[in-house]
C-alpha cells in the first residue's frame, strides 16, 4: 500500500490543534518528542517523521527533509510526489535533497 505523505507548513492546525500529540509523534524517539510541531513537518500516514524546509529560487524550489527514519522504496516515492506537487502549487522545478 502505498503511504500518505504530506509536508505540512509550520503551525499547522494538524499539529498544534490538539492537547496530546502522542499520537502524531509515536514514531519519534522519546527524545524527539516535541521537534516539529511548530515547524514544517514531513507526516506520513497521519504521523510526524521528521521535519523540512524551502528556499524558492527564481525557477525552482529547492526542498530539504530531515527524516527520522529512513523510507521504503514505496515511502521514497510517495514523498518525491509531495515535492513535486509542492513545486507545482508554487509554478516551480523542485530540487529534492535529504
Known amino acids: ?16 490543534a490538539y492537547q496530546d500529540r502522542s499520537v502524531l509523534v ?17 507526516v506520513v500516514d497521519g504521523r510526524v517523521l521528521g521535519r523540512w524546509n524551502r528556499t524558492i529560487d527564481k ?13 521504503d522504496g514505496a515511502g521514497k516515492t510517495a514523498l518525491r510526489v509531495e515535492q513535486e506537487r509542492f513545486a507545482a502549487f ?7 535533497s535529504g
Not at 525557477?59 to 523510507?71: G, K, P
Open 26 to 42: 509515536a514514531t519519534l524517539r522519546t527524545r524527539d518528542k516535541g521537534f516539529g510541531m511548530l515547524n514544517p513537518v514531513v
Open 59 to 71: 525557477d525552482s524550489v529547492h526542498i530539504r527533509t530531515t527524516l527520522h527514519r529512513a523510507l
Open 90 to 96: 508554487l509554478d516551480r522545478d523542485a530540487k529534492v
Open 1 to 16: 500500500m502505498t503511504p500518505l505523505v504530506r509536508l505540512l507548513p509550520a503551525f499547522d492546525e494538524y499539529t498544534v
